[in-house]
C-alpha cells in the first residue's frame, strides 16, 4: 500500500478509531476485487463497522469535502485568477488548473477528494522517494542509546519513546510515562535514530519515512523498533523483548493453551489489538513445539522479534522485505521447503491469509496472529477478506482447517504490579464447523460461552474469574467486556 493513496472514508474511520490501518490496508485491497462495492459497504460486509458508523463516516466525509470546497472558493476569491505562462500569453487557464478541478467523488468510494501533494508526488525527479536526509552518528550517540534503553530495561517498560523536541518517555504496565528527562533535540534523536539502524535501513528510511526494524545492543536486550519521520523531525519507539524464548507459565498464560500445539495439521490464531501480547503468546507456542517434536519449523516475520534456536526441530526464521520480498512470496515457497509448522507473524492481506488456509489444508500446522478482537470477528474478517464469490468456499475451507482463535488481552493488575492476560478461546468442532458453514456465525458466541467442556470461554469469563480471583479490579473487566452484565463478580 506504499504508493497507493488510501481513501478520506478510510482515513476517517482509523482517525476515529473504528478501524486501525492494517484493516483498511486490506479493506481497500478487498474493494479492488469488487468495484462495484464502495469502500463503506466493504467495511460493513466485513464486519469491521455497523451501518450507523457507516452513515457517521460519510458525513464526516461529506463535512471535510464542503469545508475544503469552501477554503478553495475563498483563496480563489480573494487571490484572482492564477497567473501562468500560458494564461499570462492567452489570458486562459493552465492546464493544471484545468486538470484539478471537478466534483469530488461519491461517499465511500474512490480516490481521496481533498486535495494533498505528497512529497514522492512533488519529486522533481519523478522517482517516488521522499529523499529525506539523516545525521551520521558518532561514538558518542552509541554511549547515550545504551543508556537510554538501559534505563528503560530497569524501569520494566515495554516500549521506550524517543521523540524529537520532546522528553523521553517509557510505556510501564500500559501506562505512558510523564517526560523521563529534558527535551531531547532533533538533531539528537536523528543520530540516536540512525545509530540503531544499518546502512541499508537507513537507506530505506530515508527513501520512505518509516521503517520497522529489530536491533540488538550488546549487554542490554533486543528490540523490535520502528523509526518514522513526523513534523518535528525523526522519532523511534523501542519495544523490548525477551532474550530467550518464553514459557506459558512466564507469561500468565493457562497450562491447557499447551494442547493447541498439539496440532499436525489445521491452523490455530492469536488474535487481539496492537500491544496484547499476541507475538509474545506465538513465541511461546512455537517455543513448546521446538522442544517436544522433531519437525522443521518456519517462520515468517516482519521483523523476526524472539530467535528461537534449534531444539528438538529445525527452525528457519525469515524476515519478509528482507529475506524475502513478501510475506506472500515467503508463503509460496514455503510450501516447498518441507516445512511441518509454519508460523506467520501477521495475516495481513488477501492473499497472505489465503495461502496460510492453502498451507494448513494441505498438511501444515499454521500458526498465525491476527489484528482482530474477538474469536468471532476473527472468522468474519477471514472470510470477509475474499469476494463474495468466493466466500461460500472459504466458510467450507475455514470450517475444515481452523482448529482455534485465542483472542488476548493485557489487563492492569488490582494491585498496579504489572499486567495479566485474559484471554477468549474458540475450538472447532463440528457444531462450530456448521455454524461456520452455514453463515451462521452470530451463533458462536453463545457457543463459546456453553462450551466449557470443549475448553472454550468468552472474555467476559476469563475477566470474571480474574475479578472473583482479586486479580484485577471490577472496573478493568467492565472495560473491556461487550456484555457487562457477564461480569458478575464483586458487584
Known amino acids: 500500500m506504499e504508493d497507493r493513496k488510501l481513501p478520506l472514508l478510510g482515513r476517517i474511520a482509523v482517525q476515529l478509531k473504528m478501524i486501525d490501518l492494517d484493516q483498511l490496508n486490506e479493506v481497500v485491497r478487498a474493494q479492488e476485487l469488487r468495484p462495484e462495492s464502495s469502500l463503506g459497504e466493504v467495511m460493513v460486509d466485513t464486519g469491521l463497522i455497523v451501518a450507523k458508523d457507516l452513515a457517521r463516516l460519510v458525513a464526516v466525509q461529506k463535512d471535510l469535502i464542503a469545508k475544503h470546497e469552501a477554503r478553495k472558493a475563498a483563496a480563489r476569491k480573494s487571490q484572482g485568477p492564477p497567473v501562468t505562462p500560458e494564461a499570462g500569453v492567452k489570458g486562459g487557464p493552465s492546464k493544471a488548473a484545468a486538470t484539478s478541478s471537478g466534483p469530488p467523488p ?55 519513546h524517543l521523540h524529537a523536541g520532546g522528553g523521553l518517555r517509557f510505556r510501564i504496565h500500559g501506562v505512558l510515562s510523564e517526560p523521563e528527562s529534558a527535551e531531547f533535540p532533533p538533531e539528537t534523536v536523528e543520530r540516536l535514530v540512525a545509530t540503531s539502524l544499518a546502512p541499508a535501513e537507513q537507506a530505506v528510511l530515508r527513501r520512505t519515512g518509516e521503517i520497522d526494524f529489530c536491533f540488538d545492543l550488546p549487554g542490554v536486550g533486543r528490540f523490535r523498533a520502528n523509526a518514522y519521520r513526523q513534523q518535528r523531525g525523526f522519532d523511534v519507539v523501542f519495544r523490548s523483548i525477551s532474550a530467550r524464548p518464553p514459557t506459558l507459565d512466564e507469561l500468565g498464560l493457562p497450562s491447557e493453551l499447551a494442547r493447541f500445539t498439539n496440532y499436525h495439521q489445521g491452523m490455530v490464531l492469536v488474535t487481539g489489538p496492537a500491544g496484547c501480547g499476541k507475538s509474545t503468546t506465538l513465541a511461546a507456542m512455537v517455543n513448546l513445539i521446538n522442544q ?10 516482519d521483523p523476526i522479534e524472539v530467535i528461537h534456536p534449534s531444539q528438538r526441530c529445525l527452525v528457519n ?14 508463503l509460496r515457497g514455503a510450501l516447498r521447503e518441507d516445512p511441518d509448522v509454519i ?11 489465503s495461502l496460510a488456509m492453502t498451507a494448513a489444508e494441505t498438511g ?34 475455514l470450517s475444515e482447517s481452523l482448529r482455534a482463535v485465542i483472542s488476548q488481552r493485557l489487563v492492569p493488575k488490582a494491585d498496579g504490579e504489572g499486567r495479566v492476560p485474559a484471554l477468549e478461546v474458540l475450538v472447532i468442532n463440528k457444531a462450530i464447523g456448521n455454524l461456520v458453514r452455514e453463515e451462521k456465525t452470530v451463533q458462536i458466541r453463545s457457543s463459546i460461552q456453553t462450551g466449557k467442556a470443549h475448553g472454550m470461554y468468552l472474555l467476559e469469563q476469563s475477566l470474571n474469574d480474574l475479578v472473583a480471583e482479586g486479580t484485577i479490579t471490577r472496573e478493568a473487566a467492565l472495560g473491556l467486556a461487550e456484555e457487562k452484565k457477564l461480569i458478575t463478580a464483586g458487584a
Open 106 to 160: 461519491a461517499p465511500g468510494a474512490g480516490p481521496e477528494p481533498v486535495a494533498q501533494t505528497s512529497v514522492s508526488e512533488s519529486a522533481a525527479d519523478g522517482s517516488g522517494t521522499l529523499g529525506l536526509a539523516l545525521t551520521s552518528p558518532g561514538d558518542a550517540d552509541l554511549e547515550m542509546l545504551h543508556r537510554v534503553l538501559a534505563s528503560g530495561q530497569k524501569r520494566g517498560a515495554s516500549d521506550i
Open 292 to 301: 517436544e517434536r522433531e519437525e522443521h519449523i518456519l517462520t515468517v516475520e
Open 317 to 330: 526464521q525469515r524476515h519478509a522485505g528482507k529475506h524475502t520480498d513478501s510475506f506472500a512470496r515467503a
Open 343 to 353: 508460523v506467520i507473524g501477521e495475516l495481513r492481506d488477501l492473499e497472505t491469509i
Open 364 to 397: 501444515h500446522f499454521v500458526l498465525a496472529s491476527l489484528h482482530t478482537n474477538n474469536a468471532v470477528r476473527t472468522i468474519n474478517r477471514m472470510i470477509g477478506a475474499f469476494p463474495p464469490g468466493e466466500q461460500g468456499q472459504v466458510r467450507t475451507m
